[in-house]
């Protein structure tokens, strides 16, 4: 299933977002550091990866999956080096896992495969070899998809170039992007695979408060791929759009219900509206691991992670020393809410691109596309 | 036309946010520096009232009216203290305020305000205590302006209160305060007013990147007068409307064209498309000097104000030893655009709340409301 050699470097090296070395220890790259130090991490625990999941030290959709079948594999190995009896209880490794993000939809769908492979596995050994075996066919998978949607991407962004003569305006909001996932992205991987095309391509990276997702990793993900583009604060998409300044909106998506209304990083419903109103196609681009067959009407029924008011009133960055530092930015008397996600109404969405093609945001249009996976779980 | 004291109270002192003193000094709020010191600037010459526009230690719709007839007053009163013939040329002082802030209507509006008044007048000295009247009438009419604002906008929000039986959730974005006018602000103006009158009111404070003027000064503002108020990113106002958390939206404006568009800080247009999806009203407040009579279609001709990139790459806040410090948000290779405004379409907008009443954003409502500023400048 994997695509072999990763497709993204970092100063040169190629990398995947997460990695298990022969011994079994997961290795993740730290996303709270970057872009101001690139430092890999080693996991070797199952509350360690619950840990790097809970901070977002590992995030995104499909990263968040494979961070999931990893922490299974790790929860498996720990079982298996205890006496009979006394292991990891899987099925608490999977609550715990499920418990530290309430919007991503790959955990609980990650957990969910490990323990109907684990389920029939008696033997301790045996069940942890398994678990690894899975974790890894998660991570090659995502990656595969992620290369799978940057090819129907790229039909997108030809055309556009094909009719407008010149340089492919994208807006993109958080990171959908290689760091998201395991390797190449989704919002991202037609862009990387215009680029590589020759396509001329430029980004509109939005900020993404409070926690500069695209700021500090969209941005530097493009960068370190030589893509061209320009960070911009959150409040600015519809302004661009209105001004003509941007073809086509590329987002991920953090759960997509049946019906075709998508989760994602909060603000996303916002660009999604700007783009109606001026007549930009919207498009979000997914893994179908991250559909939930089981709900739909998403606006009501998405259940959407309230993370801590801390992260709207201080923000982190290079101090003038080139220490990375906190500043506070508001009064010390004023609280924040800090909701996560918000939803973006399948009405709004020009179309899915999934691994499988580009589809229509409906269930219709979803079930046609995913008749192996539509009406069950 | 004052109506005296002024409303709004630093630590138990009473302040507005700009005045003259009896030597003809001008003395204002640096708002650079809010909410983290109060600090008073005394600005004496020409130069240093432009300089204080463009840096924005002043800015808001209003406080750039009062600040600019101001500013024409120190120029005359440098043109009176100089021999004949080698005084600040009026014309000269009025191109140079009118260059600091290219969307501001407010500030080309008093420079015409005060070369008509002093036009017919020769004598310098006479000249220059005729520029220091209108300065000082300028500022007492946005004062009171913005008082008929808030008695206007009272009503809004007592019928909401009456009609849900509980606290009224009001968004907010940048900061349409007190601090952006001489006193009362215009947004801020209702919310002020029915707090006072016992409504209780609650206001979301859009962060408003990239300068924060919501995180800083409408936040500031507001636990100043002790209302309750919550901090939230840019991004999460569509969702707070998609929850019913928010029962009216109230935004300034810092140009308004005949037809009823609506220019103000970047990211309103996007709360006023949520706000229409979700069939909560959305309220734009200002004085009638804000609106500019002799353009329409202000999506399409509003200049827009690119600001240095930089105040999207980095950010000022208070450290962890209380210093104020500014800390760098993206890899240093990544560029960013920075516009300062947006246009909100009159569609978009249930009403607009000057000091004559509330009308409909069109032209029909703005010339019915207006009958004495209409069709000219």
Redesign the interface.
Known sequence: MSDGEPKVNVDGVPYRTIWCDEQGTVHAIDQRLL?FRFKVMRIDSLVAMAEAISTMAVRGAGLIGAATGYGMHLAAREAADRPSGQGTDLVAAAALLKATRPTAVNLAWAVRRQLQVLADIEDPQLRAAAARAEADAIADEDADSCRRIGEHGLGLLRQLHETTGRTVNVLTHCNAGWLAFVDHGTATAPIYAAHDAGIPVHV??D????R?QG??LT??E??QHGVP????????????M?RGQVDVVLVGSDRTTADGDVAN???T???A??AQ?TGVPFYAALPSSTIDWTMTDG?RSTP?EERD?RE?????????DGSL???????V???????G???TPGRLVTGLITEAGICAASAAGLAAQHPDLAGGS
């Not at 530092?325 to 009064?331: N, S």
Request: cysteine-free.
């Open positions: 872009p509109w990276v900020e993404t408060r409070p500069n700021a500090r941005a530097w493009l960068a583009h320009t960070v911009v604060a959150d409040n600015a998409g519809g302004h661009l209105q990083k909060i603000g419903y916002l660009k509206l700007a109103d606006v959407i008011g709207v009133t201080h923000m982190e960055g290079v101090g003038p530092i906190e500043v506070r930015l508001t009064p008397s004023s609280p924040a809410a800090n909701p996600f918000d939803v």
